[in-house]
């Protein structure tokens, strides 16, 4: 021990005579070097060092050193440069500052050295978080649909209690105002809308962008409430290869692969397969329905990436298969009649083509020009009962986005045109639904900045649609850096859809209502949104912290309204007056000690439409399955080096309207609601990393609540007052799961 | 099922506090705080030991350990293992030619 104390004491005053010279002269020396993913580094020329404490900066030099004298002071020291993410290092005593900045292209993984805790993208003109693969571990299971559980802004629900599909929601509207891209490209629309949250295995995702509001014209007509993109990994960037198993307490099973290959600087390709299944048949509400489909789903991806100075081509092709069976819990596909026994079944098989084209110009780094084309196949074969439906979509989609400047890069622009053309053929009992929608567009984009200060995006486009003929979307966003560390966004703009009025209101086929579609063969909906957000970044001591608070309004123009007032009926039709949603939040998040970082949040949501009463006059509703209130609280701590990793979220959902189930129920605008009461879910996850792989155990919904009685009048399911779709709360009490990950570099 | 949450949640991450401590100051060839931190980690993820600190000015790093668990041969191993010499045991080639460019040797010279 006596040998030890030495030892320390001696590095102790070996590190004081070393230091003390330069703590004399009170300067602080580096060097900025550039990372990327691959990582190799080069020295940065030009980089901008600024020390907040005495407001002085300096450049680096042509090998990326520099030299600042801190006068004494202790702070953090900020390392911007043209094309990479800043990052800062809190300077408390002199050594020598070795700096990496990475690429502020998205392809990357982490925010290295020291990040704000919340993720909130400082640099987008939108209001964007970004969930990392750090943030996505967090809620290990499964896919798309649940890498949501640990954000505040966006909720995850059943659609119904039969079919397992899920749906998410955000700003108290349903997840189809989202526009979902993945890579950029249009994902979950049309047929796919359905089960489309369940189809992208989690461990795929390498990081999702969320912006809240309206998004970029860029990307199309479809966004509403804001935009959701998806990046997956990489061939060039990914592990060569990658395991991960996963199997939970309810009888689900899964196994991801990954496999990557570098051919040469050049190419790469990426193999990614997937298979999950769902074995035994759950019934833990004792209703003699499954509470989960069974399930079987395939899902493989083949991408390739070539990339040199002056070009980037990135192709592809994947194929899903999924085979679902629910109902109850005695019903088998090939050998029950289906008049007797309540059965669902869902066929779904995809195939879908991608490339994506990019022109750089190494000289002229702002501009560029871009080619998406994307092509799907889908086909579903599902049955609800004896009813029967078949949806048939073949989509082709391009777009060709060309940017430059306008002088010089604090006015830059994109412009360029797009084409969607997309056929269904839908079949429900003896109704056939066929349409063939053809859409082409154009766009232009243009951005004013004013550096460090300003950006303001002012986007417009027009878009002609072969069943509901010209519409114009204009949207605008404005990014003010009111301060060093206090930024403003606006935001305002438009959206429209062609709605689909099966596929994406699929689960609600799970019931014994009378379906009724009134007016509209062409359904659309448009709305206005209109958002103002806070983000205040805060440091106590040496912590950093982040402050968000957001409001959001959204004014529909028309909407296609899902009514369920009326007992024994479903009716659909488009909005005969008003309908709005209001939402605002408050997000904080800090870290006060090192790997500790706590997350809490409330989020208020009021959201109001005119329904039809059955006498024909206007009855405005607060949305049903909609909770006003929502608090949301995350503590998450990792041991150095994150061997061991400690994750907790509990959430509190307040009461909502339901609408009055029983048959006799007639909706005459006078009625009382029915409200379902407030629960608490509460979700944990420990990971234990190892050198080569690491393994998690976790608990979903560990108070074990759950809704009673999802399934209204279980026991009769062919009489009209059956329903599964009064769902607005878990379905399925505690889960425990646990899995494990494994990498070969 | 709770019970083995409760003891993945506080038993095991407390047996690595538990134990003997013995220190050990070795000799590397790390260059920049890349080095360091790859070194680091390793070493944290590696079993028997609890804490370690590589000082880039003299290169050695001060490993703190339990003996029952691991000894010194296998703490220098494990260096090499990343990539870096570790006193009188070489680096292991595979791994160095896959370390950054500034963290091989010949950078040392125009790194500072």
């Known amino acids: 021990m006596l040998i030890q104390r030495i030892l320390y004491w001696g590095l102790f005053f070996g590190l004081i005579l070393e230091i003390s010279p330069a703590v004399y002269g009170q300067v602080v020396q580096g060097r900025v070097m550039s990372l990327d993913a691959q990582g190799n580094m080069e020295d940065i020329l030009g980089a901008s060092v600024y020390f907040k404490p005495i407001k002085k900066g300096t450049l680096t030099d042509t090998k990326g050193a520099f030299s600042l004298d801190v006068q004494g002071k202790t702070g953090w020291m900020i390392f911007s440069a043209t094309g990479f993410k800043n990052d800062s290092v809190f300077v408390d005593k002199n050594q020598f500052l070795h700096v990496h900045l990475q690429p502020s292209n998205k392809e990357l993984t982490e925010v290295r050295v020291v990040a704000t805790p919340g993720n909130m993208d400082n640099v987008s003109t939108l209001h964007t978080e970004i969930l990392t693969m750090k943030t996505l571990a967090k809620a290990a299971c499964c896919n798309l649909s649940e890498s949501f559980e640990t954000n505040a802004s966006v909720s995850v629900s059943f659609a119904d209690a039969v079919t397992g599909a899920k749906q998410i929601q955000l700003l108290g509207l349903s997840g189809t105002y989202v526009q979902t891209n993945m890579e950029n490209i249009p994902s979950i629309r049309g047929l796919k809308t359905t089960y489309g949250l369940n189809y992208l295995p989690g461990t795929w995702i390498k990081s999702i962008d969320l912006a809240k509001g309206q998004s970029s014209v860029v990307n199309g007509y479809e966004s509403i409430t804001g935009g959701i993109n998806v990046e997956l990994a990489k061939p060039d960037t990914s592990e060569k290869y990658f395991l991960n198993v996963y199997g939970n307490s309810q009888g689900r099973f899964e196994i991801n692969q990954q496999g990557a290959h570098r051919f040469n600087q050049k190419l790469s390709t990426g193999l990614f397969t997937h298979y999950s299944k769902q074995a035994a048949r759950l019934d833990g509400n004792g209703d003699g329905f499954m509470d989960l489909p069974i399930f079987d789903l395939y899902n493989v991806l083949n991408r390739w990436k070539y990339s040199t100075d002056r070009w980037m081509l990135q192709w592809g092709a994947s194929y899903l298969y999924e085979n679902r069976l629910a109902g109850q819990n005695n019903f088998d596909a090939e050998n029950s009649n289906r008049f007797l026994i309540y059965g669902f079944g869902s066929k779904t098989s995809r195939f879908e083509t991608f490339a994506k084209i990019a022109r750089l110009f190494p000289d002229k780094p702002y501009q560029g020009l871009g080619l998406i084309l994307n092509s799907a196949q889908h086909q579903n074969d599902s049955y609800f009962a004896f009813k029967n439906y078949l949806g048939r979509e073949q989509s082709v989609y391009a777009n060709l986005i060309y940017q430059s400047i306008f002088d010089n890069t604090n006015h830059s622009w994109k412009a360029g045109a797009s084409f969607l053309y997309d056929s269904y053929q839908e079949r429900y009992i003896d109704s056939t639904f066929a349409r063939t929608e053809i859409v082409p567009g154009a766009f232009f984009e243009y951005t004013w900045t004013v550096p460090n200060q300003l950006t303001m995006v002012v986007g417009n486009r027009v878009d002609w649609h072969n069943q509901l003929g010209l519409q114009w979307v204009p949207r605008w966003h404005l990014k003010w850096d009111a301060a060093e560390d206090l930024i403003l966004r606006l935001s305002a703009g438009k959206g429209w859809r062609r709605v689909n009025p099966l596929a994406e209101n699929m689960g609600f086929l799970a019931n014994g209502r009378r379906l009724v579609l009134l007016g509209d063969l062409n359904p659309m909906e448009k709305a206005w949104n209109f958002g103002a957000t806070l983000t205040k970044n805060f440091q106590i001591g040496t912590r950093k912290g982040s402050l968000v608070i957001d409001a959001f309004r959204t004014e529909f123009e028309k909407q296609w309204m899902v009514d369920m007032e009326n007992g024994g009926e479903l009716r659909m039709y488009s909005s005969p007056g008003v309908s709005f949603a209001n939402s605002w939040q408050v997000e904080m998040n800090y870290s006060p000690w090192k790997r500790l970082e706590i997350k809490a949040a409330y989020r208020y949501q009021d959201v109001q439409a005119d329904y039809l009463t059955v006498q024909g006059t206007l009855s405005r509703l607060p949305k049903a399955y909609l909770n006003k209130d929502r608090v949301l609280v995350n503590i998450a701590y990792a041991t150095p080096y994150e061997k061991w990793k400690y994750d907790l979220t509990w959430q509190w959902n307040g009461s909502r309207r339901i609408p009055n189930g029983s048959l006799a129920h007639v909706h005459d605008g006078v009625s009382p609601s029915l409200t379902a009461p407030a629960f608490s879910t509460v979700y944990a996850q420990v990971t234990r990393q190892f050198k080569k792989w690491e393994m998690y155990v976790g608990a979903e919904n560990l108070f074990n609540f759950t809704q009673s009685n999802p399934i209204m009048s279980a026991k009769d399911p062919f009489s009209r007052g059956f329903d599964a779709t009064m769902v607005w709360g878990p379905i399925v009490g505690r889960m425990i799961y646990t899995g494990m990950r494994y990498k070969i570099q | ?112």
């Open chain 2, 1 to 112: 099922m709770k019970k083995i949450i409760l003891a993945a949640l506080l038993a095991i991450p407390g047996l690595a506090w538990a134990g003997p401590k013995q220190t050990v100051k070795i000799k590397t060839s790390a260059i920049c705080e890349m080095c360091k931190e790859r070194i680091e980690k390793n070493l944290a993820l590696s079993k028997g030991i609890s804490k370690s600190d590589l000082d880039l000015k003299d290169k050695t790093i001060l490993v703190e350990y339990n003996p029952k668990k691991t000894d010194v041969a296998a703490i220098k191993r494990a260096i090499a293992e990343v990539g870096y010499d570790a006193d009188e045991v070489v680096a292991d080639g595979k791994s160095y030619e896959k370390l950054p460019s500034c963290c091989k040797k010949g950078a040392a010279a125009t790194a500072h």
